[in-house]
């Protein structure tokens, strides 16, 4: 977070950007359909998620 500066009798505008996010969600099942317990899942991001210098 950058620090911002508040003047007196000036007029302050903070841009905010929004971060790629999601969820994730459901039931990890073997190849019959029964639950999977204990099943391990790994997830990787595959591209980059820094945002973007203010313009």
């Known amino acids: 977070m ?3 500066t508040v003047l ?3 007029e ?3 841009h905010e950007l929004v ?3 999601g969820t994730l969600g459901g039931r ?3 190849d019959p359909g029964q639950s999977a317990p204990g ?3 790994q997830l990787y991001a595959i591209t980059g998620g820094a945002p ?3 313009c």
């Open 19 to 21: 971060m790629p996010h």
């Open 28 to 30: 990890i099942t073997t």
């Open 8 to 10: 007196a009798a000036a």
């Open 12 to 14: 302050t505008t903070v």
């Open 52 to 54: 973007s210098p203010p």
């Open 2 to 4: 950058m620090p911002v």
């Open 39 to 41: 099943a391990r899942v």
